[in-house]
């Protein structure tokens, strides 16, 4: 059975720095994709970074580029995101999802076969 859990959310006040953990299970790791969404109140849910299975190309949307950096372990089974300089219209739920398709990642949602439950980002202004 597969797994996907996040972790490392909380509140923090604009400007400063969180990083978020995702570990996933019943997979061979190292095959998968993995991206993080963001999904805030009243908003569809958007692709925030992704990373391909080496971890030798990434990508993020305009809006994080330069803030935030997405990183893996596959002997850890774990794909971090790190977020400095942490913006209000930075807070939403986190997801991490896996997935096999393709010979890159791509931030959209189609791409990706396992989702975690999400971690809640908050950052006050």
């Known amino acids: 059975q597969v797994q996907v859990v996040e972790s490392g959310g909380g509140l923090v006040q604009a400007g400063g720095s969180l990083r978020l953990s995702c570990t996933a299970s019943?997979?061979?790791?190292?095959?998968?994709?993995m991206s993080w969404f963001r999904q805030a109140p009243g908003k569809e849910r958007e692709g925030v970074s992704c990373?391909?299975?080496?971890?030798?190309?990434?990508k993020y949307t305009p809006s994080v580029e330069g803030r935030f950096t997405i990183s893996r372990d596959n002997a850890k089974n774990t794909v971090y995101l790190q977020m400095d300089s942490l913006k209000p219209e930075d807070t939403a739920m986190y997801y991490c999802?896996?997935?096999?398709?393709?010979?890159?990642?791509?931030?959209?949602?189609?791409?990706?076969?396992?989702w975690g439950q999400g971690t809640q980002v908050s950052v006050s202004s």
């Open positions: 999802a896996a997935g096999w398709i393709g010979a890159y990642c791509v931030l959209a949602e189609g791409f990706y076969n396992y």
């Open positions: 019943g997979l061979t790791f190292a095959d998968y994709h």
């Open positions: 990373i391909d299975r080496r971890g030798t190309s990434t």
